[in-house]
């Protein structure tokens, strides 16, 4: 069955420190993969995305994830946190038409 | 500037009545869904709209209905059969019927009082 893994529930990191979000999935096929960002009482912005291609892709507000086929794993990354990145952060993956999320991760930044 | 609204942003109801969500996009895209949000448990799609006048449920569209008269907009009526109607509530849309590229709205948090 299709499902969506965010092992971290909820992640702090101190600003300016490196930051790492997990996400795990089973799907049928190679699915296209997300990354969506939530603030407070907002709906989603999206990070990135990957279809295919280079494994690494980059993202908005200097976000980068990576697929590895291998692993079914699609983590975010970001060198350096900044304190307006404090959200919650959603994994995605689908087909063309059904798109499965994960529990998301919150993410406190420490002044 | 093109974008999908949802409305209202925030939204009460006493138990036992029905409420509906409104969903406006003008971004042309054929397809629109909406998805309800609780804590821990990610987003769950309720129902979905290829095409005007035509949709499906998803996972979870029992006390839910929905209708599709125009392109542009996609209510969701939350009926009283709803037994946990109170959540986040997302509205997306698509423009090819995938998500590759799915926009979404700023969200309706419903509370039932």
């Known amino acids: 069955a299709q499902s969506v893994t965010q092992p971290d529930i909820h992640i702090t990191v101190s600003e300016g420190a490196s930051l790492e979000l997990r996400c795990n999935y089973s799907y049928g096929a190679t699915p296209y993969l997300f990354w969506y960002v939530q603030s407070p009482g907002q709906g989603l912005q999206l990070l990135l995305k990957y279809f295919s291609g280079d494994t690494l892709v980059q993202g908005i507000k200097g976000f980068e994830a990576e697929f590895k086929r291998s692993q079914s794993s699609f983590n975010l990354r970001k060198p350096s946190v900044h304190w307006s990145d404090a959200a919650e952060y959603f994994c995605a993956v689908g087909a063309d038409d059904d798109m499965r999320f994960g529990a998301g991760t919150r993410l406190t930044v420490k002044p | 500037d093109g974008g999908i609204t949802q409305s209202p942003k925030y939204l009460f109801r006493k138990e036992g009545q029905n409420v509906t969500l409104s969903c406006e996009q003008n971004?042309?895209?054929?397809?629109m869904y909406w998805y309800r949000q609780d804590p821990g448990q990610g987003l769950r799609l309720i129902y979905y709209s290829q095409i005007v006048n035509d949709f499906q449920k998803g996972d979870i569209a029992e006390g839910y209905s929905v209708s599709r008269e125009k392109k542009e907009s996609f209510p969701l009526t939350v009926t009283s059969a709803q037994k946990n109607p109170t959540a986040f509530y997302l509205c997306?849309?698509?423009?090819?019927?995938?998500?590759?590229?799915?926009?979404f709205g700023q969200g309706t948090r419903l509370t039932v009082v």
């Open positions: 997306a849309s698509t423009l090819d019927g995938t998500l590759k590229g799915a926009f």
């Open positions: 971004l042309n895209h054929d397809a």
